[in-house]
């Protein structure tokens, strides 16, 4: 059975700041991994989708890697802004016939002003 | 165009009523997903609708939780007998195809409280 990993849980750190959230998966046949963004009582915002033959993919300060072998993915997000705080989600898809994601529990991301 | 829409946002309802909750999917979506989401216990999958059809409902937690869809397009999750333990929010998501490599993307959620 897949299992997703997120750590930290959360994370606070100062506004301009760099930072890397971590995504680990226990199984690592995956078609593709997704990571979301979910503000407090809100659904989810797809922020990027890495298909399992990507590497990378980046969107404005946002960049997210994958390596698939070792069940590991990063967040990187640059220059980190007040708005950007949020609980950050990362699911992987696997399996056959639904294809669901199965998710992590998510890093609490809290940016100082 | 309109995203995925679910209603209501919140249902607060007392134990042992039955609830039903609702899923518009994108316009031209095929394939359909519910979601549970629990404090402490993350996203969980529910079931999947491809068309009218559901091919897999292994995660539904128990006989009291069914799920239909119409017309290929409307879904709603109904729970009967509601107990304390099926508070959480429920979210829906859309894709435009079956298969793994199609983005799926999530309605705002219904959040239950059951009192």
């Known amino acids: 059975k897949q299992e997703v990993t997120q750590i930290p849980a959360a994370l606070s750190v100062p506004e301009g700041e760099n930072l890397v959230l971590n995504c680990s998966f226990t199984d690592s046949a995956i078609y593709n991994l997704q990571w979301f963004r979910q503000d407090p009582g809100k659904g989810l915002t797809s922020l990027l989708l890495i298909q399992s033959s990507q590497r990378e993919q980046t969107s404005g300060r946002l960049n997210a890697s994958l390596d698939k072998s070792s069940g590991r993915s990063t967040l990187y997000i640059a220059a980190s802004q007040p708005g950007d705080s949020a609980t950050y989600l990362c699911a992987v898809r696997t399996g056959a016939g639904s294809y669901q994601l199965t998710f992590g529990k998510g890093t609490k991301l809290s940016v100082i002003p | 165009g309109a995203g995925v829409s679910q209603s209501p946002s919140n249902k607060v309802t007392e134990k042992g009523k039955d609830v039903e909750l609702r899923c518009d999917p994108i316009s031209g979506h095929t394939a359909l997903y519910w979601y549970r989401q629990s404090l402490g216990q993350g996203l969980e999958f529910l079931i999947y609708f491809q068309g009218n059809s559901a091919p897999d409902k292994s995660g539904l937690p128990s006989d009291r939780f069914s799920a239909e869809r119409t017309g290929g397009s409307v879904s709603t999750l109904t729970i009967q007998r509601t107990q304390q333990e099926d508070s959480a929010v429920y979210l829906c998501?859309?894709?435009?195809?079956?298969?793994?490599?199609?983005?799926?993307?999530f309605g705002p959620g219904t959040r239950l409280t059951v009192l």
């Open positions: 998501a859309s894709s435009l195809q079956q298969g793994p490599y199609n983005e799926q993307f």
